[in-house]
């Protein structure tokens, strides 16, 4: 059994866990990300839903349409906005948690970087994980 993760919203209200391991973490450079994140691009970290559970306050949603035309569930805390997570409707047994919510981000290495083709021409990619212009599936 791996070590349960705790995280939450900017304001506190929100609080989360999850206790699988991780399946993947994600750079992504897509539009809808950096428009999200503030930034030049997003994280996710993907985790099977089953491993996550509220531990208190609620969620908001919205459905968003990604880059790839596909349809996103965006979950958020109601009273400060923070980004809790987003599910890719044709991946149903899995969520993206955005990372940055998590009480302790020092493990947290990426091994994909995702929507390259849309990256900003500052950002400098070495390589050093594997990349994709577009998404995967």
Known sequence: MSTPRDGGCQCGKVRYRFEGEPIVLTVCHCA???RQSGSAF????TVRKQDFRLLS???KTFTR???SGRLVHCAFCPE???RIYHQPEYRKESINIKPGTLDDTSWLAPSLQVWTVRKHAWVTLTGEIAEMERQPG
Do not use: F
Request: proline letters at 0%; glycine letters at 18%; charged letters at 20%.
């Open 57 to 59: 306050g609620e969620l």
């Open 80 to 82: 400060c906005g923070t």
């Open 42 to 45: 997003g994280m996710s970290l």
């Open 65 to 67: 349409s990604a880059d």
């Open 32 to 34: 809808e990300c950096q």
